[in-house]
């Protein structure tokens, strides 16, 4: 049963939904303060009522994400006691490869990275060496500190492979189909995905999100 709630995404790519139900992400890294990140999570809304927000203690971290009952993790942050910080969007994804394999629920590799991973580089290698059975995208967002600036990242996961998008002066954007053009070869995304507009109307927000 729990694996069942966890593989959502797993589930969906054998049994997608009529009507394309999706997310849409931005990151802006600013120099002079922290980074900004939004998602929307546009689901079903009778699934509102049990999202619930999980906070997990761990040796030497503290993770909190946002998910729905049951599920081990999904949108999320990690603060480390060496005051190292990481955050994790997660959008929804579909490829000709999905459903050739059975892998790692998506789900469970948002939650790993945000157990694990300190850094951006960190959270891109765990998010490679999973074998997914579905395809989403991970947008990991690594928080300034001694070692260095802000950095961020779209890691897009296939049961072919995974990619790497990275941001464009400082600003990423992301809704539901690949960017990667070697992975947007085998986009799956149904017909009734507004995934084009809501990219390009995030893109046009540019300027006003690094100014915000």
């Known amino acids: 049963e729990l694996m069942l709630l966890t593989a959502r995404t797993e589930i969906l790519a054998h049994a997608p939904t009529a009507k394309a139900l999706e997310c849409s992400t931005i990151v802006a890294l600013h120099e002079d303060r922290r980074p900004m990140t939004m998602q929307t999570w546009d689901w079903h809304g009778e699934l ?4 619930v927000l999980l ?11 946002f998910t729905e009952t ?18 994790v969007h997660f959008n929804i994804l579909h490829h000709v490869t999905d459903r050739s394999a059975v892998g790692v629920p998506v789900h469970v590799v948002a939650r790993r990275i945000l157990d694990e991973a300190s850094t951006l580089d960190e959270a891109i290698a ?27 990242a779209c890691i897009e996961l ?23 053009p070697g992975l947007a070869e085998g986009e799956a995304t149904s017909d009734t995905s507004t995934t084009g507009p809501r990219l390009e109307h995030a893109l046009a927000q540019r300027d006003g999100v690094m100014a915000a």
């Open 158 to 180: 296939a049961p072919a492979r995974a990619a790497v998008v990275e941001p464009t002066d400082g600003y990423l954007a992301h809704t539901n189909h690949f960017l990667d």
């Open 126 to 152: 765990l998010a490679r060496d999973a074998v997914v059975g579905a395809s989403t995208v991970l947008t990991a967002v690594e928080a300034a500190s001694d070692a260095g600036p802000a950095r961020a």
């Open 55 to 65: 906070e997990v203690p761990l040796s030497g971290r503290v993770v909190r994400t």
């Open 48 to 51: 509102a009522p049990t999202g």
């Open 70 to 87: 049951g599920m081990v993790g999904k949108i999320g942050v990690a603060r480390t006691a060496a005051g190292r910080g990481l955050g």
